[in-house]
């Protein structure tokens, strides 16, 4: 099992990034896929998640109407697209799956929002 994220970068307040988890030794199609972020000095937090067949989605509130989650089932990835980001969306982006007996975590990506 590999993740392996793309997509960060700096961008400024308002802005728009998309980031994308390619995923490679099982489906995501068949998993529950989840985007996790993790900022300096704070606890890493469930950000998005995404699972079943219909597509079920999950937004923490602090995103809830700017992020969006989705999945290529023929590309095997999951994506991320984050509009009117803000300061405080600055993080490292964390692309997670959970497999029994244990999670599965890609390197990350840094976000940086600011002027």
């Known amino acids: 099992v590999q993740l392996v994220e793309s997509g960060g970068g700096l961008v400024q307040p308002g802005g728009s990034l998309r980031l994308s988890c390619a995923a490679s030794?099982?489906?995501?199609?068949?998993?529950?896929m989840h985007w996790y972020r993790q900022a300096p000095g704070k606890e890493r937090e469930l950000v998005a998640a995404?699972?079943?067949?219909?597509?079920?989605?999950y937004y923490a509130d602090s995103v809830k109407g700017r992020f969006t989650i989705s999945r290529d089932n023929a590309k095997n990835t999951v994506y991320l697209q984050m509009n009117s980001l803000k300061p405080e969306d600055t993080a490292v982006y964390y692309c997670?799956?959970?497999?029994?007996?244990?999670?599965?975590w890609g390197q990350g990506t840094q976000v940086t929002v600011s002027s």
């Open positions: 995404i699972y079943g067949v219909d597509r079920t989605t």
């Open positions: 997670n799956t959970d497999r029994y007996p244990r999670a599965y």
């Open positions: 030794g099982f489906t995501v199609s068949s998993s529950a």
